[in-house]
């Protein structure tokens, strides 16, 4: 069995980073540089081809063995995939793909030119080149997608003994195996057997006997967030698919299910602050500038008509200057706690926490906590403001609004999501720029507004 290349802990990670740095800085050092990325891990080589300049990455990329290619082609974010991919000829593409297990071209197909996927379907040999149209027939975001076909089978009739033989007689058990699939003559699953019952008990005794008749299974079209909660909820560290007729065409590991979970934390994180797709930080400048700009220019809106608002209370600021001063409080804490609101909104919808029957009691209880924060909040600025400025009524009118505004920022935090989930949109997607265009708007039109009607 080959040895694996060395994984790095972070610490030796970064370390080796700065090495590469080093032997780029001195130029005239390939060979060098090869020595220091052959022993890595795909993975490591992936976030150090990440942390370069477009220049230098490709530098590094073009000392990478073609052999290699390809495993460290499917660590890499998409940004930087395609970058990379962008500048290989179609031969290169169709070697790269071709290292890989038919799943994994799976995985990396989408990036690619229709051509080379045509090409290496054609270049692989007939099992594979099935296994392949499966695998591809299956729609992003579900249990198809991400399954491998790498598992081991066994019929229920045999004996552990036999099992056991079978097992030692491989060159490695597939990664992540944690059990196997008992199936029948026509490939039906009939349960699991986990390893830790098989080393545990007795040799004689038949697989039936022992096996785990009704074990977590999935459907190909499963969505894929169903599976991740199963996998995070029992503990999961593989599980079989089976088709509609139940047979077992492939099974479901916790890697797999990890890169899914963390590629849709990703994808959140920049819906939220309005990005479209996930971003090379080293990308060329148009690039980004047509991935930000559609929402900077929603938040330019927003902006002007927050100042809009603060315009229209233009004498009542001239007359009570402590307005100015103090009106960024309450918007700003408003923001704060409208973000808080939409991000435990939005984490809940996709976790398929939210029935539509309980709208209404999520309403209440996140008004029911802006009003007691209210309160408590709005009543000791309310006090700080008395003691800067010796107003009571300032003080009053500070409390009050401070109120209001967290009423509706927990409103609109509870609102931009729902309404979005009903349209059929991603509730995160600009979930942060649109409550804080809410609250600011809000937060300046309240304050003003309460000041304009009792002290002036």
Sequence with gaps: MSEL???????????????????????????????????????DVAYILEALPLEERLLVWNLVKTEREG??????????RESLIATMDSKELVAAAETLEADEIADLAPD???????????????????????????????????????????????????ATRYLRALDELPAHTDQLFVVDR???????????????????????????????KFHPEDPAEDAAQAFERYDLVSAPVADEFGRLIGRL???????????????????????????????????????????????????????RVIGAFEGSIERLVALAALMPIVAGIGGN????????????????????????????????????????WGGLLGVVTYILYGSVALGGVM????????????GMGVAIPYLRARLGQ????????????????GGFFIFLGLATLFLL
């Design 5 to 43: 290349p060395t994984r790095l802990e972070v610490e030796d990670l970064q370390q080796n980073l700065r090495a590469v740095q080093d032997r780029l800085a001195r130029k005239h050092e390939p060979a060098a540089l090869r020595a220091e990325l052959d022993p890595l891990h795909p993975a």
């Design 71 to 80: 495993e460290i082609l499917l660590e890499l974010s998409e940004a930087v």
């Design 112 to 162: 690619l030119p229709e051509e080379v996927v045509q090409d290496v379907i054609r270049a692989l040999p007939q099992e594979e080149r099935v296994l392949l149209r499966a695998a591809l027939s299956y729609a992003e975001g579900t249990v198809g997608a991400l399954m491998d076909f790498d598992q081991i089978t066994v019929r229920e009739d045999v004996t552990l003994e036999a």
């Design 186 to 216: 026509e490939q039906r699953l009939k349960g699991t057997l986990p390893l830790a019952r098989l080393i545990v008990s007795d040799l004689d005794r038949e697989v039936g006997q022992v096996m785990v008749p009704e074990s977590m």
């Design 253 to 307: 590991t916790v890697n797999a299910v990890m890169d899914h979970i963390r590629e849709k934390s990703a994808e959140t994180q920049l819906a939220e602050a309005g990005l479209s797709k996930e971003e090379d930080v080293f990308a060329p400048v148009w690039n980004s500038f047509k991935n930000r700009w559609a929402w900077l220019a929603v938040n330019l809106v927003t902006a002007f008509i927050a100042s």
């Design 337 to 376: 706690s409208g973000n808080q609101t939409i991000t435990m909104i939005v984490r809940a919808l996709a976790l398929g926490q939210i029935q539509s029957s309980y709208w209404t009691k999520l309403v209440a209880k996140e008004l029911g906590l802006a009003t007691l924060n209210g309160v408590l």
């Design 399 to 410: 409390a009050l609004a401070m109120l209001l505004t967290l009423l509706l920022a927990s």
């Design 426 to 441: 991603d509730p995160a997607v600009g979930s942060s720029v649109l409550i804080t265009a809410c609250t600011d708007s």
